[in-house]
């Protein structure tokens, strides 16, 4: 019977701090997500600023040549783009805004700097655009470094919280 007990008792302790670790991850994602985007960013200034390519094949550099699953956002935005050959970029960027949201946990500011750029692609010369892909790489800075600050506390947080949830159960179930 105690056997039974014990087996229990770490089974509950194992699940709470599964779950509490995940939990944690998921402040850890917009940090990374962030560092990833950044890169991609840099990948597309480079294709625009230094190769004379059109867009959709810009774009679809960045996804292939791109760090992490956003960079498949860059192919989506292509697709959407050639497929219903649209004039403005912009409205393909924002199609993908509850996409940023909800798949890499990006927060509305992040995702407004994002939109910023769909705002300012091929409307502008390569001086401006370089000027332009600068300062949103600079926002794009701050914002990681929130998110970094803010994944610190609540990743050990959580995980601590998971840990601490299932002694507790553990203590109420003796």
């Known amino acids: 019977m105690g056997y039974i007990k014990l087996g229990f008792n770490i089974l509950i302790l194992l699940f709470s701090s599964i779950i509490g670790f995940a939990f944690g ?3 850890s994602k917009r940090a990374r997500n962030l560092l990833d985007l950044k890169y991609c960013i ?3 200034e480079s294709e625009i600023i230094n190769g004379i390519i059109p867009l959709p094949e810009a774009l679809e550099n960045v996804s292939l040549k791109g760090r992490g699953s956003i960079a498949l956002v860059f192919k989506e935005i292509m697709d959407d783009l050639v497929t219903n050959q649209r004039e403005d970029i912009y409205q393909s960027f924002i199609l993908h805004k509850d996409v940023l949201k909800g798949r890499y946990g990006l927060s509305d500011k992040d995702i407004e700097v994002f939109l910023f750029l769909g ?3 091929g409307k502008t010369d390569k001086r ?3 000027k332009n892909m600068g300062f949103i790489i600079s926002q794009i800075d701050n914002h990681y470094m929130e998110a970094k600050v803010e994944s610190e506390k609540h990743t050990k947080l959580y995980r601590s919280l998971g840990v601490l949830v299932g002694l ?5 179930l003796i």
């Open 128 to 130: 401006d655009q370089e």
């Open 168 to 172: 507790g159960l553990i203590i109420i």
């Open 25 to 27: 991850d998921i402040y």
């Open 119 to 121: 705002k300012i692609l």
């Open 42 to 44: 840099r990948v597309l």
